[in-house]
């Protein structure tokens, strides 16, 4: 088994960025305070606490019973499991303690009147306030259901791990989870209008141009922190794949925000309308921020353990809860569409995958690639049709057209002519059959620079196309892109 | 092993009492909303759910390695352990789905103007207004912020019973799990003065009626948050006695706030000036009720389960819940000095305990009583002293002082003529000590009452003495008692 303590090198890195990210958090407590600064130490100091409690832990894991072999190695050995737990427990932790640092200039000016007292802000302060506005009461009130949100999630991640739920228990998990999000959201915010595309507004009754999903509009945000975190719990079962694309989303995620923070000459976010002063949806993106910053950090330490060859297994805790954050942020900060976008690969293996996920074709209890020992690269798995059991006539038929459009790998028995195997439906799978063998670490890396390219793509998309299909870019409270 | 289905008797009457609480739940959304209403459904579906899905995962937890043996038993066998994480989990379900219900009325007002929002109520409002007061957002805020700690304390808990840590990480887990809740009651209330004495009053500067504690009153309530959990934590090591305690406390708390709540003629809470009109306090102690009643229910359902002859064990995670919910209640509704009038069995034992925690001597790591098998008795475990190292002269003095005065057992070696052996310093030792050996259903009887007891003399002393100590009772937000 891999060592259970720091090198000394690591030991006094970690040190030396705990102890500078503290320098900096003490520093941050005067004048308007620096929320954004505080955020980027507490990630700091985030990290190197995941760092070495994810290395002090795993013997403690192990024997908790919280171990797997990893099966693509030639020789399997017992490494601990479920270590997305301690990063989601630091990220928590650490999101906690920045609540007085994102809220300081607020607390300030409002403790100083004394006594019992309401923050009250209007739309137009807000809009036409300095760079860091003032926190208005409610928007601790989003960050409080944001972090009840993630708990939860991580709550009913940890009982996953284990317990080893059923599909039909943990399916549902993430949409009780979001419950107090979305009812922050219905309190603070309410707004369940969408822009309608222009090509479509001449068909809308009144040509109107925001239409009102009401209840479905909360259906849809539900919907989707039911699939996030599922979607990235299902693209899984290489080293380092998990926490490598939350990585990259997450960091797609920070630029895309940063974009509406940093008014560089033609910032493309910052049409000419608001060219002059903030954005509307400053503060959303401002949130987005603090929130994914530190699970920036947490998931870089876990990755560095994870990432081949793994040292740990990250389980499904971890998976919830990255899914989670993009949800949250992407609810609170309204860019579900956008969001929609960094996960077309999430959404192209779900889709791809149903057929086995609903049990229409048999599904093995795992679906990652297959190693061969022999040439120590790894090859699609694939779902045995036994002789006395071949796929249907049209099954067949579908499957050999599949093969045709290299969607799928079959094998056939040439004795019997019947379909004998089939490929797994994961893309990682199906990356494998495009690609042919590979070494595991090549793997990874070549689905995350997969990732990586659809999301600027997307982003690219979103920011370039999007004013032609609607008449205003995200007007903060009004539309929701 | 018990069995785990549950029986038919059991299960019709489950699922008729969830039915029930289901249809009064969809029917408290008309008019101003009835949450005190909703909150009992809640809780009675609270408890369905807890007493079948406890019964239901104890093979999972089994399976887990979350399991442990009834040392106390002719036949010890293995029973699941940490179970209370069930009963948290469905407590923290249930005051997530409750937040809409909480605020139906407030929800109504405030949406019916549409678009963004604040929800202002002036203090003149809250103390005129009627039974049912509207929440302002901020109430929303500590509510949340209670679900946070609660949260926190869960995962922390888990992590406990999982990882089985050490005494210095787990004493101050509570205190970082009660950052979100004391933040909130530093932006939104921030009342740091106690009322002083009547007594007193003379020898204070300017004779001031209120004292300002500032950091102190946070230091304080951090504190109380560090001590409630833990000193139901070291209580414990008899079946039932754990849950049988935090219910008997959460049930007076019950009572304390309807005290506030029903104006009954001759209410000694609601003295004369405030005859007409609600208490002040009402407000905070609707919330108490809010968070009490479910936890009432969860646990009712785990002790069933729990009580002797245990079928399942609680864990650390209900013990630090249980405090912390204690500690929640009594920082948002300004009782915390109630709250500790309650205590008193736990903080005696906390005292009695400190020579052992503290390793002044020598403390074995569990000090439940010993289970004799030839008599099927609890009779008090001891600490023994080894003939080549005996207590020191001064420590033997203290302990034959102590056995006079009935506080502890002493065994002396009539050879050596030294001290052999020591009772473990617990009051259920002490009991033992003091009613001599008794069946393990007896004695958590008798603690139980004992606790009662302690608990009304507390509550008699709070409302009939406090107004002969304090020139006046709990005015909301003025003082705090």
Request: hydrophobic fraction near 50%; aromatic fraction near 10%.
């Amino acid at each position: 088994m891999a060592s259970s303590t720091l090198k000394p090198s690591e030991k006094w890195s970690l040190l030396v960025a705990a102890g500078a990210s503290l320098a900096v958090i003490a520093n941050t407590f005067q004048g308007d305070g620096a929320p954004l600064v505080a955020s980027l130490a507490f990630s700091t100091l985030a990290f190197s606490m995941t760092y070495a409690f994810v290395r002090w832990s795993g013997p403690a894991f192990v024997k908790a019973g919280l171990k797997g072999r990893d099966m693509s190695k030639i020789m399997p050995k017992e490494i601990p499991e479920a270590m997305g737990a301690v990063a989601a427990a630091v990220y928590i932790l650490s999101l906690m303690a920045f609540i007085p640092f994102a809220f300081y200039k607020d607390i300030v000016a409002a403790t100083s009147g004394g006594g019992n007292r309401d923050v009250v802000l209007t739309i137009t302060e807000v809009e036409t306030g300095r760079f860091l506005h003032r926190f208005p009461h409610s928007k601790l009130s989003s960050y409080q259901s944001a972090l009840n949100t993630l708990q939860a999630t991580t709550i009913l991640g940890i009982c996953d791990d284990l317990l080893d739920l059923r599909w039909r228990h943990k399916f549902f998990i993430p949409a009780v989870a979001s419950l107090p999000l979305l009812i922050v959201y219905y309190v603070d915010f309410g707004v369940t209008s969408v822009v309608v595309p222009n090509f479509l507004v001449p068909y809308m009754p009144n040509q109107a141009r925001l239409v009102n999903l009401s209840l479905f509009y909360y259906l849809y945000m539900s919907a989707l922190s039911i699939f996030a975190p599922n979607s990235i719990n299902i693209l899984a079962g290489v080293n380092g794949i998990e926490v490598g694309q939350s990585l990259v989303i997450a960091g797609l995620l920070v630029l895309n925000s940063a974009l509406y923070l940093v008014p560089f000459p033609g910032n493309p976010v910052l049409n000419h309308a608001y060219a002059t002063r903030p954005h509307p949806a400053t503060d959303g993106h401002l949130m987005t921020l603090y929130i994914l910053l530190p699970f920036l950090a947490v998931s870089t330490a876990l990755y560095i353990h994870n990432r081949y060859p793994a040292r740990v297994f990250v389980g499904d805790t971890y998976c919830y809860v990255a899914g989670m954050t993009f949800a949250v942020v992407a609810i609170m900060a309204h860019f579900s569409k956008t969001l929609l976008l960094l996960l077309i690969p999430q959404i192209a293996n779900f889709i791809y995958s149903t057929p086995q996920l609903f049990h229409l074709i048999p599904c093995p209890r795992h679906r990652l690639p297959k190693f061969n020992a022999r040439t120590g690269l790894l090859e699609p798995s694939v779902t045995p049709w036994p002789p006395e059991r071949p796929p249907s006539k049209p099954l067949t038929t579908i499957f050999l057209l599949l093969e045709k459009l290299h969607l799928i790998q079959v094998t056939v028995d040439p004795k019997t002519n019947c379909i004998s195997s089939t490929s797994n439906l994961t893309i990682i799978n199906l990356w494998l059959v495009w690609r042919g063998p590979m070494r595991e670490d090549q793997l990874t890396r070549e689905l995350l620079i997969m990732q990586t390219c659809c999301g600027f793509l997307g982003l690219f998309v979103r920011h370039t196309m999007a004013l032609l299909i609607f008449s205003a870019d995200n007007r903060g409270k009004v539309s929701s892109v």
